[in-house]
């Protein structure tokens, strides 16, 4: 299952939404009605982080300034304001399909 | 916490072995609500998925199809770590290697388990020259 991202740069002002696009090559929701889609981060000189897990699903410690919407083939990653600390390459990741496969990133920075 | 210590050679020479390890702590390598995985990242491969291990009342393993039959994961639950094994390798197997651990929650309302990658080593640069 081949995963595109975009933008592939997004550069931000601190405190301006951003948004991330993830489609998939194949559909990623399962027959128990939820899509086997996640979000990571890694920061810079890190390895990734988890924040969403099935499309939507804020995982553990992370703020409620992210938020991750979508279904089937095409999902989206909400930074609703963009802080010092949200810079690094964000990764959709699908898991209904073997083998594993990640997007190529979107990587934030600030202007 | 769980925490995940790898080790390793970080120098490989072209058509030997890389073997590396991972240590797991504040979980069992046995459990039976956890999957354990190998992803590797490099400049021109991006993140990639290497294969996993698993028990659920016997061993099981995943494999990415590109390395089937270079590729070996295995766990040793008396010292509670599993490793990777790449053999033949070339110099497109250099790159950092992760060992992660895919931990799981019950779906609501569903009678499934979701596995997600929650719990990542800091990685082992492996360069593969002669």
């Known amino acids: 299952t081949v995963m595109t991202q975009s933008p592939l740069s997004l550069p931000v002002t601190p405190g301006e939404p951003a948004s991330m696009s993830c489609r998939s090559s194949q559909s990623l929701l399962h027959s128990n009605g939820y899509n086997y889609l996640d979000w990571y981060l890694q920061k810079p000189g890190q390895s990734p982080q988890l924040l969403i897990y099935l499309a939507s699903n804020r995982t553990s410690g992370v703020p409620g300034r992210f938020s991750g919407s979508g279904s089937g083939t095409d999902f989206t990653l909400k930074i609703s304001r963009v802080e010092a600390v949200d810079v690094g390459v964000y990764y959709c990741m699908q898991s209904l399909h073997t083998p594993l496969t990640f997007g190529g990133g979107t990587k934030v920075e600030i202007k | 916490q769980v925490q995940l210590l790898q080790s390793g050679p970080g120098l490989v020479k072209p058509s030997q072995t890389l073997s590396l390890t991972c240590v797991v702590s504040?979980?069992?390598?046995?459990?039976?609500?956890?999957?354990w995985n190998w992803f590797r990242q490099s400049p021109s491969r991006g993140l990639e998925w290497l294969g996993r291990t698993y028990y659920r009342s016997k061993w099981f393993y995943d494999y990415t199809p590109s390395l089937m039959g270079r590729i070996t994961v295995n766990a040793d639950a008396s010292r509670n770590q599993f490793s990777l094994s790449l053999t033949s390798v070339t110099p497109e197997d250099t790159a950092v290697y992760y060992c992660?651990?895919?931990?799981?929650?019950?779906?609501?309302?569903?009678?499934?388990?979701?596995?997600?990658?929650?719990?990542w080593g800091k990685g082992t640069t492996v360069t593969v020259s002669s």
């Open positions: 504040g979980d069992s390598v046995s459990t039976h609500s956890a999957a």
């Open positions: 992660v651990r895919e931990g799981s929650i019950p779906i609501p309302k569903t009678i499934y388990d979701y596995y997600f990658m929650d719990v």
